[in-house]
């Protein structure tokens, strides 16, 4: 099946640190992805449509400058949230469509905890 | 009213036991439904993919989507101890986009 890697697992600094999470999807091509992010008990949220070879697509209420993008290939897209803040901590999951075109089902990572302390 | 409604539970049941999970939805363009499986701090797993309505079934599992009641459920047959995690109903339809439910936490105990 669809395999989609997510690097790193954990991650934890200080405040004022940018951190960058990979996203690659091992045996297929996405030329599109998609960055979540779940706080504990909640649904996912999603944040951003990574597009591959042209600029990423934020949902409303997204800082895009504060949550970079770059889809620099058809397996790997980048999350990089820059100068993280406390309120930054949360779990990012990122996830790719194994087909083309609409209707097609979601494969996700599992996940990165960012803490900043 | 929000797009998809699911039950967070949690929902309890002994091993062995049938258990019905469901999410509502009030948009009519949603043409394709899944379910995923999320165990604790890991990403969903993908269990169930549908896009008719209907019953799928695959093993223990069964999906069942009444579009005209914009009404799925997923059913878990002999549940088992490792079937216990969160269950997130998500559908899309029209874009790549997915909306999701927020999850029924469900623990089978042995």
């Known amino acids: 099946g669809a395999v989609v890697s997510q690097h790193p697992s954990r991650v934890i600094c200080k405040s004022g640190t940018s951190v960058k999470i990979e996203c690659r999807s091992l045996?297929?091509?996405?030329?599109?992805m998609f960055w979540y992010r779940q706080f504990p008990k909640q649904s996912l949220m999603l944040m951003a449509t990574?597009?591959?070879?042209?600029?990423?697509?934020?949902e409303q209420g997204v800082e895009k400058d504060k949550f970079l993008i770059n889809h620099a290939s058809l397996t790997l897209s980048t999350l990089t949230v820059t100068s993280a803040h406390p309120e930054d901590s949360s779990f990012y999951i990122c996830?790719?469509?194994?087909?083309?075109?609409?209707?097609?089902?979601?494969?996700f990572g599992d996940g990165t905890r960012l803490s900043i302390l | 009213q929000k797009e998809v409604e699911q039950d967070p539970g949690p929902l309890s049941v002994p091993e062995g036991a049938i258990v019905s999970l469901n999410c509502t939805y009030s948009?009519?363009?949603?043409?394709?439904f899944m379910w995923y499986r999320q165990y604790s701090r890991k990403g969903p797993e993908l269990l169930m993919y549908?896009?008719?309505?209907g019953n799928k079934e695959d093993g223990r599992f069964t999906a069942q989507v009444d579009k005209s009641s914009k009404y799925i459920s997923l059913f878990i047959r002999d549940s088992q101890p490792s079937d216990s995690a969160t269950y997130l109903c998500?559908?899309?339809?029209?874009?790549?986009?997915?909306?999701f439910g927020k999850g029924t936490k469900l623990t089978v105990n042995p």
């Open positions: 948009n009519s363009a949603f043409q394709y």
């Open positions: 990574s597009n591959e070879g042209s600029k990423a697509t934020y």
């Open positions: 996830s790719a469509p194994s087909g083309q075109g609409i209707n097609q089902p979601q494969h």
């Open positions: 045996d297929f091509q996405a030329t599109t």
């Open positions: 998500a559908m899309g339809g029209g874009s790549e986009k997915l909306v």
């Open positions: 549908t896009y008719s309505s």
